[in-house]
């Protein structure tokens, strides 16, 4: 009999968090009631960051963040290549130009160095992007510390993309999320991420000007704040549309599933930094490249690096092992080439992806079941190309 299929990623649902979502089914609010303040709250204090504004995804966050800092066309976007199609679709959605800084191979996250250097020459060319989006690749955070120097030399705005990352810790320990050298970080809550909502996503900033900008453009670009309208003394259904929004509002019904996962963040972290430190002494002898440790690292995803990587792909998906590859770099899309973005633009990336295969690592991967991945990649590589 085949083993059952073991998948790269996936959520992690207990009877808490049903019964959560059943007494918000229940109560008289299924959407814009009092649990997404909680989940933002719930959210927020977790960061250490005073704002959160809860959305209907990471994508239409990191697409408000970019409204509200005021992307638009003849803007330039730069972000990281090795990514999800998302980091850099936001400022299309904006009108602006996107560009890329390759990564550094240990990290998969964009090179501070390449950013640098490419700064520089940007400079020169009078093109200095407005915003740049790096991203915590699989749970890794970027040095802030560092883009936050170029950003202070530079004046480009800052917009964390964490859809990997909530959970982990920046160099100094302290939690990823509304970073001092960012404008705002931006979260998911899809079920592969570290904690789930189904769909959603959250906006977390030290700004609360940023927050106050962005919460009435997830509804439509409404405010009923009598402060904020422009007609005075109006009786107390008016409401005034004052800016092109859209409906990227989450439901009560999500944020409730939100807040009962939030409290299980810190256990998931741990199983996974557990399971990855166990595939390091596992694969300890192999003849594939590890990620380097990483004790703040969230693993979001663990990826080795692998020669051959589609053969080897294959034969584990024969083994019902639900290996995958994060990413084919965004700038090969062809939605990217039709831009005029080529292969060889970002060499890193490119080679990263090539040898790239992220192994099963989720907190309710049993020791078992990793044992079985380990072993049907030791059939693979030895069963050769
Ligand atoms: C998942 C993901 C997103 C998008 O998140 P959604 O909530 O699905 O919109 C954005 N960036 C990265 C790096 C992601 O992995």
Redesign the pocket.
Known sequence: MPRPFIPYSRQTIEDDDVEAVVRALRSDWLTQGPAIERFERAVADYCGAPQAVAVS????G?HLACLALGVSEGDVVWTSPL??A??ANCAHYCGAEVDFVDIDTGSGNMSVAALAAKLGEAARARRLPKLIIP?HYAGRACDMEAIGALKERYGFHVIE?A??ALGAQYADGSPVGGHAAADAAVF???PV?PVTTG???MVVTQDAGLADRIRPLRTHGITRDPSQLQQKNMPAWYYEMQRLGFNYRITDIQAALGISQMAKLDRFIRARRTLAERYRHLLRNSPLTLPPPGVYCGWHLYVVQVDARDAVFEKMREQNIGVNVHYMPIHLQPYYRALGFKEGWFPKAEAFFKGALSLPLHPRLTEREQDDVVAALRDALVGGK
Do not use: I, N, R
């Open positions: 995804s990471a994508t239409a990191l990514s999800f998302a980091s991203v993309d859809a990997h998911s809550f899809h991420k769909e959603g996503g």
